[in-house]
């Protein structure tokens, strides 16, 4: 009983907490399936009917299919050549124990103290002198670079923790560095490599600034983020279809993440990051 009665402060916070999350979520979700009227007269009431109107309008009007693929292939493609990227360089510091990697590794912490906006206007000057300005193939080349500081501090802490024996054991077998890096350390840090998916997967597809700037509104490579403003209008917003649209854009996201979250869990019960 006593036990229980300290838990108690301790319980209170966290379901109060949970209801903090939970009532906008419904209120975000049952939006979706009403009129501008219905939200606005009966905002937290449920819906009247569950038809999914407001979903084919979002999608037809702001096509989203088109802007899913879009976003979908900027985000695997730069995922890709973030992991391509990102490993090898955490696996070279894990390893190192001299000055020069040291240093290296508090560049890449620097990274950190960049501003995303900061970087907007060399990264436009960038994109028109490349010859790549208004294509997608820019932001797969440009997303990566800025997921590298946290991709490289999250894998070099995971890499840290593999017991040197084990390298030492495949060298002995006759294992290059590559294949070391493939069959040793790329298995154990899983966990790692799922934190860095998931965290880097959040950040590309919700990217808008860059993706605007970069990509533009053109209907025919413009991402999710860029495509959802358009059901916005000036007379009146329905924000029913709005709201719709926003949730269709999530589905991917909570795919991804119940893929990935055992890994994640695993990582953070671990204790493996050590930032």
């Given amino acids: 009983m006593k036990l229980g009665k300290r838990w108690l402060p301790a319980h209170v916070l966290v379901w109060s907490y949970a209801v903090l999350l939970i009532v906008p979520l419904y209120y975000f979700l049952a939006s979706a399936f009403k009129t501008n009227d219905e939200i606005f007269a009966h905002p937290f009431a449920l819906p009247t009917s569950f038809g999914f109107g407001n979903f084919r309008t979002a999608f037809d009007s702001a096509d989203l299919g088109l802007a899913v693929v879009n976003s979908t292939l900027v985000t695997v493609f730069a995922l890709v050549l973030t992991l391509g990227l990102a490993l090898p360089a955490a696996f070279a510091l894990a390893r190192s124990t001299g000055r020069a990697a040291s240093i290296m590794e508090k560049v ?106 970069i990509i533009g509104p053109d209907p025919a490579q413009r991402t999710v983020q860029v495509a959802l403003p358009t059901l916005k209008s000036i007379t009146g917003t329905d924000y029913g279809v709005l709201t719709a649209g926003t949730v269709l854009t999530l589905v991917p996201v909570w795919v991804v993440y119940t893929v990935l979250q055992k890994r994640m869990q695993q990582a953070l019960v671990s204790g493996a990051v050590k930032m």
């Fill in 108 to 213: 890449f912490s620097l990274g950190f103290l960049i501003p995303t906006f900061a970087a907007l206007f060399p990264t436009f000057l960038l994109a028109a002198a490349t010859g790549l300005f208004h294509t997608r193939t820019f932001m797969v080349l440009f997303l990566p670079a800025t997921a590298m500081p946290l991709s490289v501090v999250i894998l070099v802490q995971f890499m840290r923790t593999i017991p040197k024996e084990m390298e030492e054991a495949a060298r002995m077998d006759g294992a290059s560095t590559f294949a070391v890096l493939r069959h040793v350390y790329i298995p154990m840090c899983m966990p790692g490599i799922a934190t860095v998916l998931l965290l880097n997967f959040l950040t590309f597809w919700n990217e808008y600034l860059y993706s605007l700037v």
